[in-house]
């Protein structure tokens, strides 16, 4: 299976960051990928709330969202997108950081909103408060798309190996590990996670990733992603490492490779059953 990830540096604008996608949809389904992801909040990277709330949209009023899926059908490409920054649905006022899994008809397959906050203190000139701004989810997804069965995650989500585990176990053959990770973490963090959970599930990982300083209008110091997206094979092996320029690049899978690994080393079904840790005698 022939895959292609979009590494983008976006910016807080969604309407200049969806031509971006576009062109790269189109040279990707020439390039013969049937698979195309994207990176987290693809259509807008900005951490003023004020801002976001004057420029993003309802999932139904999305449009970015509406030319994507006109995208996937106009091209017969499947699409992950690795997600997309919307205003919620219900009371809660907060945003969802939602993946979304598009099919080749432009049919929306599955949504995925990110389960894990990214609420951290990493120095004094890095903080981030995700919760604050955006609602959790608080449901695993996995998504079939031209006969593969892929978990879906974000970002921060990478650190949680319980939750690829369980996708691992439902039966996914690819992980997606759509991303804007921290300039701040990712030299020493990124790729040693991404390897870990593709041994531990014996799968694929793709993980699309934002880079670079972002464009940004509105609100603080401008964040900076580390980039390097990956494509990890089911033995830990680095198939692609996109380095730190934005662009479209592509990876060719062997998905024998995942029922192959797993039968090498059988540990998904190797669970057992323990007591909560204790203090010992």
């Not at 603080?220 to 990956?230: K, P």
Request: hydrophobic letters at 45%; glycine letters at 8%.
């Amino acid at each position: 299976m022939r895959v292609a990830l979009l590494q983008s540096n976006a910016s807080d604008e969604p309407a200049r960051n969806l031509p971006v996608m576009l062109g790269s949809i189109e040279r990707a389904a020439q390039g013969g990928a049937a698979l195309w992801f994207s990176p987290e909040v693809s259509n807008c990277v900005s951490a003023d709330r004020a801002h976001q709330g004057r420029v993003l949209r309802h999932e139904t009023e999305d449009a970015s969202l509406a030319a994507l899926c006109r995208a996937a059908a106009e091209h017969r490409i499947c699409l992950l997108i690795g997600s997309l920054a919307l205003k919620g649905e219900g009371p809660d006022p907060r945003f969802v950081n939602r993946s979304f899994a598009i099919g080749a008809d432009g049919r929306i397959i599955a949504r995925y909103d990110k389960i894990h906050m990214f609420d951290v203190a990493i120095d004094a000139r890095e903080t981030y408060t995700e919760s604050s701004g955006y609602r959790p989810g608080s449901a695993a997804v996995l998504a079939r798309m031209d006969a593969v069965t892929i978990g879906m995650s974000i970002c921060y989500d990478l650190r949680f190996a319980h939750l690829f585990r369980a996708l691992a176990q439902a039966g996914a053959q690819i992980l997606a590990v759509p991303s804007a990770f921290s300039s701040a973490t990712g030299p020493d963090h990124w790729e040693t996670l991404l390897r870990a959970r593709a041994i531990e599930t014996g799968c694929f990982v793709i993980a699309a990733a934002q880079t670079g300083h972002h464009p940004a209008g509105a609100g603080r110091a401008r964040r900076i992603s580390h980039g390097h997206s990956l494509v990890v094979d089911p033995w830990g092996r680095v198939l692609l490492d996109a380095g730190e320029a934005p662009g479209l690049h592509f990876a060719n899978l062997d998905l024998d490779l995942v029922a192959e690994t797993r039968r090498r080393l059988p540990a998904l079904s190797h669970d057992r059953a323990f007591a909560p840790p204790s203090i010992g005698d």
